[in-house]
């Protein structure tokens, strides 16, 4: 397995924990892809993908999460 797939393995196992967070308020998250410099990128959906504190929803909820849950994640963005 390369080191790529093994990262978007964890950041999808990760993603999983923080989903039920973001259901609860009628929203989620899909994992689009992770590059090999550690950036990520989802898509945000439901009441998430219109919300005005979807930038902070990502930023300082998602990204703070997988940073400190998977080695390796630089940053987090919405595509």
Known sequence: MSAENNL???V???LGSIRPSLQA???DVELVDV???GVVSVRLTGACRGCPMSTMTL???I???LQAQVPGVK???AV
């Open 59 to 61: 930023k300082m909820g």
């Open 8 to 10: 978007r393995e964890q």
């Open 25 to 27: 308020d009628g929203g």
């Open 12 to 14: 999808a196992t990760s």
């Open 75 to 77: 940053s987090v963005e």
């Open 63 to 65: 990204e703070r999460a």
């Open 35 to 37: 590059n090999d410099e």
